[in-house]
């Protein structure tokens, strides 16, 4: 048996080659795109979290960790304590038993 190589025609070829880089250089270039957005987003991200950071009164360090978690929590349960203490006593009440009302007393002015 013998084999013989037959030389490809330069014809089709060319073309499915021409075709396949163009392909590539499409995918390249979507790549970069992505990438370009991908870090715009990220630096909002980062922006947006050292803002809600500095809000909260936690380090601002851009990243979601535990400070940034549970700050927000930390907060709501202040503002819980402090609305439950002021909805229970109304102004110029005390905690303290009600009084009873005095008896009233008659004087006698001997004269």
Not at 27 to 36: D, G, I, V, Y
Not at 63 to 71: F, G, K, L, R
Request: with cysteine.
């Amino acid at each position: 048996m013998v084999l013989t190589v037959v030389a490809c025609s330069s014809g089709s070829g060319d073309a499915t080659l021409s075709v396949a880089e163009a392909r590539v250089s499409a995918k390249e270039a979507a790549l970069t795109a992505a990438k370009a957005e991908a870090t715009a987003a990220s630096a909002a991200f980062c922006a947006a979290t050292k803002a809600f950071q500095t809000k909260l009164g936690v380090k601002p360090t851009g990243t979601v960790d535990a400070a940034t978690v549970t700050a927000p929590n930390e907060s709501i349960a202040t503002a819980r304590t402090a609305l439950s203490a002021t909805s229970t006593s109304a102004p110029g009440s005390s905690s303290a038993p009600p009084r009873p009302a005095p008896t009233p007393t008659t004087s006698s002015t001997a004269g």
